[in-house]
């Protein structure tokens, strides 16, 4: 009796003091991957993903708590080199690209406040007080950021329109008849 | 020495830990769906149990037989594994982070392979040596390792694969698996005399 | 090579390509007409690859034929001439002769009829010219690769010069089924063609010119070599007929017996490629002072009344070229192009470009699609890859969605003409499979791109804001200390002050 608790409790010992060195000597310091993954990231820290930034999606990526799917603006070119960098293996095709969105200007509503000007983090947006604005589309991530701050509503999101030179051959879809046995 | 050889041959084709042993079949069936996570897997587990192999004969022989206590043999043989996964979990998420993310729960699950378990155990029942115990731990390991390779490569094959919808995902994964164990039988057949 | 390839290459020599049917008989044959000259012309800003030339011409302005109506832009770009005397109408979009139907800008021309030529200057001798100089007015002729990739032709010229170019490879293979324009342009205008081989040997400083013809066109053969007779460096090549042929590295190779690297090009290897059609485009630039505005297009397929080679001004309808051949039945497919690679088209209003080889109006029963079966693993598409790559493989990929797997087999190398689904029994669409990847690649590196761009212009932004911030900072400095200087000031003159009135 006294040898089974007496061996049990040093076998724990040991074996813990030998972990508790192990541990000491393999700590991971910050997760490395997070600043490659933040890397990678648009960096316009628009919010949409419900993180605060990119720095803290790119976190939430690294541990775990989010998908690699989490970020709009990046869309799926940016979910499958996350899904690379992270090294597991995602379907893309059933991520729902409901199409990268820009924002536009209703010029007949804009009353040239330069509110969303001050709000774009990329500085797509082109305006001076009392004059029109304008949506630089090369530059606009589609965050989305801009919205709220319109005082008249004549900011709103827009498809980008699909060209000669974005246009991609859609899929093929295999619409193959059951094979006949008889 | 010719003795030796045969052990490993045999541990790792002939009694195949998972295909003829049916041991271990979580990660099998887990992480074989990619031949890097496999090969990862694979090497983690080869590490665990020959080291829990040399670990429990230890155990077993120097601590469990003098003081009579054989009836704790599961419980501090548990203990073991459970340590050096621990220690191995340590090592991946230092070394290779990727392959940590890649393994997933399937890394500290090792602990729960039978088959870490159950070597361990019929090493005990065989009453092997030092060295054999080691070697028959790590020729099982490394069928193991050779298996979830196999098998990962035929899942990559696999998805390209149209499959019938009623069989798509685990079902045909199964039916791939008995035909892989019963390619494995046929090593049985084999004859070192 | 290993013995098996060994074997294997000895049973069958070369394998790659396919032989369909060429139905370029009796198109071929039927002598060359000319479309009478419509009331409208089209004229698309971007009949080439690179960026889209830029209107120099109002609306409503008159202008005459060959004046330029549009110039290059940026590096890769060519001119735009307009292809009949009239008025501009409109400057705006029209459908492209694309499968997607999209639109593009284009010039709308309101024909006067009179047909009348701007005065372009008088010919020089193109030999006296330095080779520069030719490039340059190649380039100012708007001539782009008539073979239809529509690369600007001044550009290869140039680049000719540059990669130390020793051999010219004209490209009169015409592979495609259903296509006889450079057929027809050999035949009838093979003078006139080996005159701008000469010049463009010239412009490159090539020694040497290969002229590479599938031996199904005997005539054009004939009439290449009878026009070649007298210039040693000028040499006819018939090669057998078999698709793709006319692929810049496939008749390279079987004109030279060098394989191109599939990283490289043949400019690597001191040759240049060059289209037939190109070459006559060349000779009517430096020798008449015209302009790229019209071309020799087949009309071809089951539903042409009257098939045949037609000249054709650049921005014609593709409805009027088939009101002007006929219709013996409703097609069931238009197509631009060759059967092979050309591209389907939405409708009949859109125009024909510099890049159009033919138009082709299919029936129902020539047009025929099958529903895909599942892949039988035959490998008839592996034996019939031109570039050796394995399409059953890449589509079985794409088909998961897994592109870089695909991109491992080399979907990059894949030059999209079409063998694989030609010869594909299960009569899977594995070329479409490669466009869309394709498609969907470039995609995702654009949105990289952007992402890079975003990333840039963020940067830039908080640049922009702390220097704002700092400079405010020090403006409230300098203020503060302004201030302070000058209430010290004050202090010390009001206590100077009280100190006079108290003496």
């Not at chain 1, 000597?25 to 949409?48: H, Y």
């Not at chain 1, 008249?152 to 859609?170: D, G, R, S």
């Not at chain 2, 035909?179 to 090593?187: D, E, I, N, Q, V």
């Not at chain 3, 493989?393 to 794409?398: G, V």
């Amino acid at each position: 009796m006294i040898a089974a608790i007496l061996s049990l409790t040093l076998l724990g010992a040991v074996l813990g003091f030998g972990l508790g060195i192990a541990a000491k000597k393999f700590a991971v310091e910050t997760d490395a991957r997070v600043a490659e993954i933040a890397a990678l990231m648009p960096g316009s820290n628009c919010g949409q993903c419900g993180f605060p930034g990119c720095a803290g999606a790119a976190a939430a990526i690294a541990e775990g708590s989010a998908t690699v799917t989490v970020c709009p603006p990046g869309g799926k070119a940016l979910a499958g080199a996350l899904a690379a960098k992270l090294g597991i293996s995602i379907d893309l095709s059933g991520v729902a690209d409901a199409g990268p969105k820009i924002a536009a200007i209703a010029e007949e509503i804009c009353i040239g406040c330069c509110r969303c000007v001050k709000e774009c983090p990329t500085d797509a947006i082109v305006g001076a007080a009392k004059q029109i604005h304008a949506v630089m589309r090369e530059a606009c991530t589609g965050c989305g950021n801009c919205i709220d701050r319109c005082p008249t509503e004549a900011m709103k999101m827009e498809p980008v329109p699909v060209t000669l030179q974005h246009w991609v051959w859609p899929k093929p879809v295999v619409t193959e008849a059951e094979p006949s046995w008889a | 020495m010719s003795e030796y050889l045969i052990l490993l041959v045999t541990t790792a084709l002939v009694n195949n830990v998972v295909l003829v042993k049916f041991l271990g079949l979580c990660p099998f069936m887990g992480v074989s769906k990619s031949v890097d996570s496999a090969l990862g897997m694979g090497m983690a587990t080869t590490f665990v149990i020959t080291l829990a192999c040399g670990a429990t004969w230890m155990l077993e022989n120097w601590l469990l037989v003098p003081l009579g206590l054989g009836y704790l043999r599961i419980l501090t043989f548990i203990l073991v594994i459970a340590a050096v996964v621990q220690f191995v979990e340590m090592v991946v998420k230092k070394a290779s982070p990727e392959l940590y993310q890649a393994l997933g729960i399937y890394l500290p699950l090792i602990t729960t392979n039978c088959a870490v378990l159950g070597l361990a155990l019929i090493n005990v029942q065989e009453k092997s040596g030092f060295v054999k115990s080691l070697l028959y731990g790590f020729g099982s390991a490394v069928g193991f390792t050779l298996v979830l390779l196999i098998f990962a490569g035929l899942r990559e094959r696999l998805a390209l694969a149209r499959v019938p919808a009623s069989f798509a995902g685990a079902p045909i994964s199964f039916v791939l698996a008995g035909l892989l164990s019963l390619a494995f039988m046929g090593f049985a057949g084999l004859n070192f005399k | 090579m290993g013995l098996i390839e060994k074997f294997f290459a000895l049973l069958e020599p070369q394998h790659w390509g396919v032989h369909p049917d060429d139905h370029k008989r009796p198109a071929a044959d039927a002598p060359l007409r000319s479309l009478p000259l419509p009331e409208r012309l089209y004229i698309p800003l971007q009949q080439h690859i690179g960026a889209a030339a830029r209107p120099i011409v109002l609306v409503g302005q008159s202008v005459l034929k060959g004046q330029l109506l549009a110039e290059a832009q940026g590096a890769t770009s060519a001119a735009i001439h307009a292809s009949t005397s009239g008025t501009v109408a409109a400057i705006g979009d029209v459908t492209a002769p694309h499968p997607s139907g999209l639109p593009f800008a284009a010039i709308t021309l309101a024909a006067d009829g009179d047909d009348r030529w701007a005065d372009t200057g008088t010919a020089v001798d193109p030999f006296a010219l330095p080779p520069p100089e030719v490039a340059r007015r190649v380039a100012a002729a708007g001539v782009v690769g008539l073979g239809g990739a529509t690369f600007p032709s001044a550009l290869k010229l140039g680049l000719g010069l540059k990669a130390e170019i020793h051999t010219l490879i004209i490209n009169g293979g015409e592979c495609e089924p259903y296509l006889s324009c450079d057929d027809r342009l050999m035949r009838d205008f093979a003078t006139e063609t080996v005159d701008g081989i000469r010049i463009m040997l010239h412009a490159t400083g090539a020694k040497q010119a290969l002229v590479g013809i599938e031996d199904n066109k005997p005539e054009a053969i004939a009439a290449m070599t009878a026009a070649a007779q007298g210039y040693s460096e000028i040499a006819i090549r018939p090669v057998p007929a078999r698709y793709p042929m006319g692929s810049e590295k496939h008749l390279f190779s079987e004109l030279t017996g060098t394989e191109v690297p599939a990283d490289g090009r043949t400019t690597d290897l001191g040759a240049l490629v060059h289209n037939v059609g190109t070459a006559w485009a060349v000779h009517e630039a430096l020798r008449n002072n015209r302009p790229l505005v019209e071309r020799i297009v087949t009309v071809n397929g089951g539903a042409v009344a009257r098939p045949g080679n037609i000249r054709v001004p650049v921005g014609a309808l593709v409805e009027d070229v088939l009101a002007f051949v006929g219709l013996r039945e409703e097609p069931a497919r238009l197509v631009m192009g060759g059967p092979m690679m050309g591209s389907l088209l939405p409708h009949r209003r859109v125009p024909v470009v510099k890049g159009s080889s033919g138009i082709l109006a299919l029936t129902a029963v020539e047009a025929a699609g099958f529903d895909p079966g599942p892949c039988i693993r035959c490998s008839s598409c592996v034996r019939a890859c031109p570039v050796g790559l394995l399409p059953l493989e890449m589509s079985a990929r794409i088909a998961n969605g897994d592109l870089d797997g695909a991109v491992a087999f080399g979907l990059k190398d894949c030059i999209a003409c079409g063998c694989c689904s030609f010869v594909c029994p299960s009569r899977i669409p594995l070329v479409h499979y490669f466009n869309h990847a394709k498609g969907e690649l470039a995609a995702q590196g654009r949105a990289q791109l952007r992402n890079e761009a975003a990333k840039r212009l963020v940067a830039a932004r908080a640049e922009r804001l702390e220097r704002d911030a700092r400079e405010k900072a020090e403006v409230a400095a300098r203020r503060k200390a302004e201030r302070a200087a000058a209430k010290a000031a004050e202090a010390a003159r009001s206590a100077a002050a009280s100190s006079e009135a108290t003496t």
